[in-house]
């Protein structure tokens, strides 16, 4: 049985900001990376929708369906179950209140996730609150948002100006006044992801965005280098699993066009004299065919 550990709970986000304690995410996609980051002492796992890059192969993240990513948090849920997880809701599945609450306790009753995470601050105003005042855990994002990748005509660095900024540090402001227990932070100057830290009071963790918030966030994938398709600039890699696999599955393909592989080490063995009974039955066999 995997060693249990005490699970960090949602009261605890707004203590270890006040406390400026930093709490470690790490955007987890399946059963295997959910044991990894939990053996290796994640605080948080997040699945989210990036895994239709990650794991599907898709252009970006929205393509992404609510019953996808219930799979996948409950597989993530199975191999972090000591871990606090937060479920990204995908691109469509928060449009309106009444689909947004509807989606929100899916992700909370059947994938089992503490908290869900929407994109969009002021505009997201009514949304965000109604799924609080459902019950659920929300959180939301600022900053660079992936579900608008398309208003931005690509993934772009937002806040680039004083006046980008201030908008962004209005959004995060708007989430917190809408009831949401956290912020995500993501691709913005590392001046403008303090300024939005500062700016509320509620537990916030940054993706490219420096050091802001008392949470720091990195995609699995991208920390162990498994997805090596492209790398962003905030993307620190801790491990080259790409290049290992890459090779392992060279080596494999060798051995097998070589007749290396499978060898005795790796066969099962038959008793000696169980192999003189079946080849003198098979030598009999073959008389009788003659």
């Not at 796992?45 to 929205?62: E, K, Q």
């Not at 290396?260 to 003198?280: I, N």
Request: hydrophobic fraction near 40%; aromatic fraction near 6%; charge should be negative.
């Amino acid at each position: 049985m995997p060693e249990t550990r005490k699970k960090l709970t949602i009261p605890d986000l707004r203590e270890r900001k006040r406390r400026d304690e930093r709490v470690v995410l790490a955007s987890v996609t399946d059963y295997l990376m959910a044991q990894w980051a939990e053996r290796g002492g994640v605080d948080i796992v997040a699945v989210g929708d990036s895994l239709g890059m990650i794991t599907y192969g898709h252009p970006n993240t929205l393509p992404m369906t609510v019953d996808q990513m219930i799979e996948h948090i409950k597989a993530v849920r199975r191999g972090a179950p000591n871990t606090l997880c937060i479920a990204a809701m995908p691109f469509g599945s928060y449009a309106t209140a009444d689909i947004a609450i509807h989606n929100a306790l899916r992700l909370m009753k059947e994938a089992g996730a503490e908290a869900v995470k929407m994109q969009g601050g002021r505009e997201k105003f009514d949304i965000i609150k109604a799924v609080a005042d459902a019950g659920v855990p929300v959180m939301s994002h600022v900053g660079m948002c992936p579900h608008f990748v398309n208003s931005y005509g690509g993934f772009k660095l937002q806040g680039r100006t004083a006046e980008d900024a201030l908008k962004i540090i209005d959004n995060a402001r708007a989430i917190e006044e809408a009831g949401a227990v956290g912020l995500e932070i993501e691709a913005v100057p590392p001046e403008v992801g303090r300024a939005v830290d500062e700016a509320v009071e509620i537990f916030t963790f940054s993706i490219g965005a420096g050091n802001a918030g008392c949470g720091q966030l990195l995609l699995g994938a991208d920390l162990i280098g498994s997805f090596d398709t492209f790398k962003p600039k905030f993307a620190k890699r801790y491990g080259n699993v790409g290049e290992v696999a890459t090779k392992a599955f060279a080596q494999y393909t060798a051995d097998v066009r070589e007749r290396s592989f499978p060898d005795a080490d790796h066969s099962y063995k038959m008793p000696a004299e169980e192999v003189k009974k079946l080849e003198a039955a098979l030598k009999a066999t073959r008389r009788g065919e003659e």
